[in-house]
């Protein structure tokens, strides 16, 4: 193969890897959002749901977000109940006294869907502490029911068990258990009700592929991928959220960013040219001095300074321009950190052979500095200044607070503690994947601007 | 070029570590800096015994003082004086930033070296990890693991008995999410030093991987790690003050990060000593840590040994 | 290289310049023309339903667009019940079952889409006037299952005929099946447009009360179900129906309120700004022409000035802006830089704004900012978990707690002295505190607590609940904020006094809530507000009954409290009830399930362009009695307009 041909599939061998990782990645982040905010989160239906309503408003909160699913995979067989009247009434299925047997046997009550008129009853079917894989006809009921009589022992009606189940017509059927022993056997007690002309039909869901997925964990996946979140609290759709309170944060951050990389390169330039002066020493020890007043002091002194000064521009957003308080903040707590990075960079560079070579000729330092050592700088610089952009959609989640300007950042944090799942995830899933992106467009830029760099 | 005193002998050969204390010992800037850490220290290991009684350490007669000979640095809004609570916050920090290092860095370096030297899926492994790490903001990793800790406890009754919601929480969590920036220096080190010649010796004299990692390897990251030890130090302190912010830091004792948290109104009326005691106590903390750690880095740094 | 230069200074330029192109529309219309009262919340609003309100903060904003039957007299104390939608007192019968109301006529709702196009041909800008099967409609909708109510259905549950019967038959309909409203109640009945007759299932003397509610129980007219809850824009102008399954069953949106309140909300952006405009059809109101007279500590409204406006038509302010600001200095800096008109008074400054006699500084008067105080009817206490074996078991060591609590320091340290103890189970404002006297244990006596600490070792022994001798660790819940970060230390000092170990948990509110409910806590610290000025409100917190209703948080239980509550729930006010009432605080005194703490009192700050300012104690709505004297606000340096 000719050394050209051989250094294109290289690059596409790079490439492709590098995508595989930049997809495990995004994988990775959802199974730990998954894991942390949904696993361990647990029920957060306090928040949302009046516990004085008691459970079947908890139920109805937990089926509208999903919540009743399996956690990772959804093999449980169906026993599907199919009501084949159409009406305005919910399909219901009572035993003599009004309480649901559903419970006893475990069953969840999807909603009645008009053009299908098929109702999906989802049953996790044990037996002595294992699921049950296969449903089958020989299935005994105890097994249904985690051995809990069917029909509630409250009704004291033992002797004879019998659920009423209400159509979404209006017709009632008279469920004789008494003989019935196991799934067939209910099956085959529900098709003989009488008035039961075809109407409710029951069988044994197969077991599709698809169903598989219908998982806690892949529904998380689905609405991250597709980000289509609903805020629990609000039911705002997260676009929605991002496009109201997106620009305030990036208000903050992107100036903040931008001007903290024009001083820190001036600064940092000027210092490098004059190492080893007064100038150089004075500048490190102030970089460091600025780096260890905590974030905190920088942001309540701010604050405290702004008000004695215009206190019309202390807090909140009455004047568009009163955003640049937090941005100055920001770019005054970041400096420090900022300009010893770069200057570390760029002092490597004039250490480096070819400079002292240069100097040894006679070429004056500005012009080295500009033309040659700059832009050997720029790939480490733009390297870093890349990998932080995605972070600034986020805001800064401190500024946005205490300033009270309504960015994400603070919508993130007031989720997290209110348990608002859904954008807690979705805003983590997006800052992730233009997170990895970002490190793609670095790898390439070395690739492509680096011509040490071996694509592995 | 200097030319060293007895310009025929051998110059003495010392090793890394000598080297570098010497280096140091000779650095008066650093050594000021070691002496306040070491102060910092004996505070942080005495004040509990010494001001254990916290609970009635108030005095509401004397509340919101201004610094006076009593109260060298003022009282808060219970009566307490700041100044014990600036040293049973030094209590905090210091713990937190130990702990949590301790936590981090065996963390790191362990992947880091595995990663580095196995290569192929291990190494892929570990650069997922740290990659799904990274795209969380630091932050809301930390509140996730603090809120998924509260009330929990590990290995209770035990030795080692860590109650998650207090002061343990905040630094095991804070070394869980702190353990990515040692990572990735140790796995490049690693594969470096994978290449070198005492590396391929080793191999030939039949010695396993793991015993060439252990032998071999990790002893010559260990100027990684103390470096990484403090800047993980200051980072820790930050992380505590600002999980303080958003109460989730630690309850029951005083730290500094409360008292800045706490005190965020009093500026506005003139109460500045809670304040500045505790960004004052920070501040100094973290000064004396960045500039022995550089010291520290520019001591350790092989490309700079020439002699 | 140069365009490299220019082009990237540019781009620098405009990326720095960027939030001002941006931000500049994101204001709150300032600049347009009228009055305004600027104001701020900090919780969320959580609901904009009448039948889901339930919290100060969205009662504060949402009681502005809407308004019931009845409401309290803005100034008269104690506070009395006047007639709002409703005309005249209800008619009640000989045994207290059936409440005839008659309705004002005339009265309009908002203009709104939803009731279609008006007389000239253009849409969105019909209404009509309120009927009395509105008012049918609202109390349905707090019944319906599929509405999350909380507040609004806790009053009404087991108190009229046929409700309960209706809410288990709304549980047959799909969320978003609306002809469940079509249902009849026995107990809720519309003779004719103007006249509404409820029917009770047992004499409820507080039951004015409860539809004094005015913004819970305010009527709904069906053209918001059908119109909004039912259908949504398709995009071109016209409207196509919502999946039944779909359907939201709650008022959520702005265009979705539609009520008769003196203002019409504009803007609703949640946790950001919350805007809201006169109605220039609101009804015929007016300034009340009374007001409380003088007493000791106070000169009466009319020597306070608050009657200048006597008999003038509200509402006065032409817009209400309300801004989401969370953090309570950052509210203060907005206060001073007078971008807010009022706000209440952060811990930490208050030393420096009020005297030691509680009134305002005299610098602080030189900046033109006046102070009101109010006393709430609302106390604080620790409920202990009675189902908790330790504490529920030692009657010795609650009543050692409650007498080792230094009560008078907290409220004097933490709270700057803005409260009183309370000293038993109802407020001081309330009839029947002073009748059942203070409670025997409510008050800070070391000597007497040690004693009974003692009791209460030998009590826990013999019940085999001691660790090594000592009494174990207790354990205490709050929610999280530095107030009760400063409250745990100080609980912490107390509890020591008695040898005792304290934990103080802090949890967020809904793991609180949720710990509560499932009783998993020991003692924690909570607050009742009273809905209505009538101390059963408060008794009925330790109802047995009312543990699985989930208000009665101690999980108390004493059959003869219960047979007590149940003979008072149908007596009118009377000699005998104040008997009967005074039984009950003294066993809640002598049983100490809580260990009331303090009622706080509401210092407001105002500046003196603010008129009428008087908070209410109870009620919500009166927003419309605030007047701005623009011109004395201009002049001072706030804010235009």
Redesign the interface.
């Known amino acids: 193969m000719r050394s050209a041909e051989v250094r294109d599939s290289a690059v596409m061998h790079y490439v492709l890897r590098r995508l595989a ?1 930049a997809v ?3 994988l ?2 959802m199974l ?2 998954f894991i ?2 949904r696993v ?2 647990g ?2 239906s ?2 949302y ?5 008691g459970a ?2 908890r139920q ?1 909160f937990y089926e509208k977000h999903k919540l009743d699913r399996p956690g990772v995979f959804n093999y449980h067989r169906r026993l599907l109940v199919s009501d084949n009247t159409s009406g ?3 399909f ?1 299925i009572a035993d003599q006294n009004g309480s649901l047997a559903a419970r006893a046997l475990n069953l969840h009550l999807a ?4 053009a299908r008129g098929a109702q999906a009853l989802s049953s996790a079917p044990r037996l002595a502490g294992r699921l049950v894989f296969a449903l089958s006809p020989s299935t005994p009921l105890a097994a249904m029911t985690d051995g809990k009589p069917l029909v509630s022992q409250k009704t004291g009606s033992a002797a004879s068990p019998a659920w009423k189940i ?1 159509l979404s017509d209006g017709t009632v059927l008279d469920v004789d258990l008494s003989k019935a022993r196991t799934c067939g056997d209910l099956i085959a007690e529900i098709g003989a009700s009488p008035g039961n002309n075809g109407k409710l039909t029951t069988a044994i869901s197969t077991w599709s592929p698809l169903s598989l997925f219908d998982s806690q964990f892949f529904w998380h996946l689905w609405e991250n991928v597709t980000f289509s979140g609903r805020s629990y ?4 759709s997260l676009l929605e959220i991002v496009g ?1 309170r997106g ?2 944060s ?3 951050t ?2 903040a960013m ?2 903290t990389w ?1 001083f820190a390169m001036i600064i940092s330039c000027f210092v490098a040219y004059y190492r080893d002066t007064w100038i150089d020493k004075v500048g490190v020890l102030l970089t ?2 600025g ?7 920088y942001m ?2 701010g ?2 300074v702004m ?1 004695k000064i215009a ?2 521009y ?5 004047h ?2 009163s ?2 308080v937090p ?1 100055f903040i920001a770019v005054i707590a970041g400096l420090g950190a900022e300009v010893r990075f770069y200057r570390t960079i760029i002092l490597n560079e004039i250490n480096k052979d070819y400079v002292r070579t240069a100097r040894a000729k006679g070429v004056p330092l500005p012009s080295i500095l500009f033309l040659h050592v700059l832009k050997n700088c720029m790939l480490p610089i733009l390297t870093e200044l890349i990998t932080t952009i995605p ?1 600034l959609i ?1 805001g800064s ?2 500024l946005e ?4 300007i ?1 960015g994400l950042g603070d ?4 989720s ?4 608002d799942v859904p954008i ?1 995830t979705g805003l ?1 899933y997006l ?2 994947v233009l ?2 992106v970002s ?1 793609l467009i670095t790898d390439v830029l070395y690739a492509v601007f680096d011509p040490r760099i071996h694509l592995r | 070029m200097k030319k060293s005193h007895e310009t025929n002998a051998t110059p003495v050969s010392r090793g890394l570590w000598a080297d570098a204390a010497l280096r140091l010992l000779r650095d008066k800037a650093a050594m000021a800096c070691f002496a306040v850490i070491i102060i910092y220290a004996a505070i942080a290991i005495g004040s509990p015994m010494v001001f254990g009684d916290w609970s009635a350490a108030h005095d509401y007669n004397h509340r919101n003082e201004s610094p006076s000979w009593q109260y060298p640095l003022g009282t808060d809004a219970l009566g307490r004086s700041v100044l014990v609570k600036v040293f049973l916050g030094a209590h905090v920090s210091m713990t937190v930033g130990f702990m949590s290092n301790v936590i981090a860095l065996p963390l790191g370096i362990l992947l880091g070296a595995l990663g580095g030297f196995f290569g192929r899926r291990i190494d ?1 492994f570990v ?3 740290y ?7 630091g ?3 930390l ?3 603090k ?2 800790f509260a009330d929990k406890v590990l290995f209770p009754g035990s030795f080692f008995e860590l109650d998650l919601s207090g002061m343990a929480g905040v630094y095991v969590a804070l070394g869980l999410t702190s353990w990515v920036g040692t990572c990735r220096l140790v796995r490049a080190e690693t594969m470096k030093l994978k290449e070198l010649d005492f590396v391929l010796a080793a191999r030939a004299t039949g010695r396993g991987n793991l015993a060439i990692m252990f032998h071999h390897i990790v002893p010559n990251l260990m100027h990684i790690a103390i470096i990484n030890f403090s800047l993980g130090f200051v980072g820790a302190i ?1 992380a505590e ?2 999980l303080s ?2 109460n989730l830091g630690v309850q029951n004792l005083p730290s ?2 409360k008292m ?2 706490e ?2 109104m009093d ?2 009326v003139g109460r500045w000593w809670e ?1 500045t005691a505790a ?1 004052g106590a ?2 100094i903390i ?2 004396a840590w ?2 022995f750690g ?1 010291r520290l880095r520019d001591a350790l740094d092989p490309k700079l040994r020439n002699v | 290289m140069k365009w490299f230069y220019i082009l990237s200074t540019a781009l ?1 330029a405009t ?6 192109f ?3 529309t ?2 709150s219309g ?1 600049g347009a023309p009228g009055v305004v009262y600027n104001a701020i919340y900090s919780a ?1 609003v959580k609901s904009l339903d009448p039948a889901t309100c339930g919290d100060v903060t969205s009662s504060t904003i949402q009681a502005n667009f809407y308004e019931g039957l009845y409401t309290y007299h803005y100034l008269k104390r104690p506070v009395e019940v006047v007639e709002q939608l409703a005309s005249g007192m209800p008619q009640v019968s000989a045994d207290g079952l059936t409440y005839t109301i008659r309705l004002k006529k005339g009265i309009l709702y908002h203009r709104n889409p939803c009731f279609g196009k008006d007389p000239a041909g253009r849409h969105g800008w019909n209404t009509r006037t309120v009927v009395a099967q509105d008012f049918v409609l609202s109390l349905k909708r707090v019944a319906d ?2 509405v ?3 507040l609004a ?2 009053f009404l549950a087991d108190r009229i005929v046929g409700l309960d019967a209706y809410r288990e038959k709304t ?5 978003g ?1 609306f ?1 469940r409203y079509d249902i009849p109640v026995e107990g809720i009945a519309a003779p004719d447009s103007f006249t509404l007759v409820l029917r009770l299932t047992a004499p409820f003397p507080q039951f004015i009360y409860v539809l004094a509610m005015n913004n819970v129980y305010a009527p709904v007219p069906r053209e918001v179900v059908d119109y909004h809850l039912s259908t949504t824009s398709d995009g071109r102008g016209g409207r196509v129906s919502i999946p ?2 779909d359907r ?1 069953p709650e008022i ?1 949106e702005q265009e979705q309120v539609v009520g008769t309140g003196p203002y019409i909300l504009t803007t609703f ?4 700004s919350i805007a809201m405009e006169r109605n220039p059809e609101y009804r015929e109101d007016f300034y009340p022409a009374e007001g409380e007279g003088p007493s000791a500590g106070y000169e009466g409204d009319k020597a306070a000035g608050l009657l200048a406006d006597a008999g003038r038509r509200v509402p006065f302010v032409d817009r209400i802006n309300f ?5 309570e200095y ?1 509210t203060w ?2 206060f ?2 007078k ?1 807010v008109d009022v706000t209440g008074i952060p811990v930490e400054t208050f030393q420096a704004v009020i005297t030691p006699g509680k009134e305002l500084t005299d610098s602080w008067k030189k900046k033109r900012i006046s102070l009101s105080r109010t006393s709430d009817p609302v106390i604080y206490w620790i409920a202990f978990n009675m189902e908790d074996p330790v504490l529920g078991k030692s009657k010795s060591l609650r009543q050692a707690i409650s007498l080792c609590y230094d009560a008078e320091n907290e409220i004097r340290i933490l709270s700057n002295g803005r409260g009183i103890r309370a000293v038993n189970v109802v407020p001081s404002s309330f009839a029947g505190h002073t009748e059942a006297g203070p409670g025997p244990y409510f008050r800070f006596d070391t000597a007497a607590a040690l004693r009974k600490i003692e009791d209460a070792k030998k009590e826990l022994a013999a019940a085999g609940l001691l660790v090594n001798g000592k009494i174990p660790e207790l354990k205490f819940d709050m929610s999280d904020g530095p107030m009760n970060l400063r409250m745990a230390d100080f609980a912490r000092q107390q509890f020591a006094r008695l040898g005792l170990r304290l934990k103080c948990i802090f949890n ?4 609180l ?2 710990k509560v ?1 499932n009783k998993q806590i020991q003692m924690y610290y909570m607050g009742w507000a009273a809905d209505y000025p009538d101390a059963e409100d408060f008794l009925q917190l330790f109802y047995s009954k009312n543990i699985d ?2 208000t009665n948080n101690s999980n108390y239980r004493n059959p003869e409290f219960d047979s007590l509550y149940e003979a008072i729930r149908v007596m009118p006010d009377s000699p005998q009830r104040m008997a009967l009432y005074v039984r009950m605080i003294r066993l809640i005194s002598e049983d100490c399930p809580l260990m009331p703490i303090y009622e706080p009192e509401n210092f407001t700050l105002y500046y003196d362009w603010m008129l009428n300012i008087k908070q209410h104690p109870i009620g919500y709505g009166y927003l419309k009695y605030r007047r701005i004297d623009a011109r004395l606000r201009h002049a001072l340096g706030g ?1 235009e307009g």
């Open positions: 990782q495990f990645t995004v990775g982040v730990l959002t942390l905010f361990i989160a029920d957060v306090t928040a749901v009046n516990q004085k309503l079947e408003a109805a305005p009434h919910q219901e909603p009645l869907e008009p209400s609290a609000t039911n705002q109201e620009k305030f990036l208000s903050i992107v100036p931008v001007l024009l460091v001095l780096m260890c007043v905590p974030y905190l002091a309540l002194l604050q405290w008000f206190p019309e202390a807090a909140g957003l009455a568009p321009s955003i640049y941005v972070f986020l989640l401190l607070r205490f300033f009270g309504p919508l993130l944090l007031t997290i503690t209110s348990r807690v983590t800052t992730a997170y990895v490190l | 892929d650069v997922w990890l990659t799904t790490l990274a795209s969380i903001p932050i809301i990793l509140i996730a693991l809120f998924a930050g003050v600002i912010f958003l500094w990060g800045i948290n005190a965020r500026l506005i304040l960004a920070t501040f973290v000064l960045n500039i550089d | 620098v990326l720095v310049a960027l939030p001002l941006v931000l500049h994101a204001g300032i969320d299952y599929h999350n109510t909380g259905w806790a549980r047959q309909f799909r969320i099946d002809s039944v399954q939201v959520m952006k949640r946790k950001w801004r989401y600001v969370e953090e950052a800096m907005l001073l830089s971008q967020d509110w809904p793991t809530q949720r409910q209703k989930g804010s």
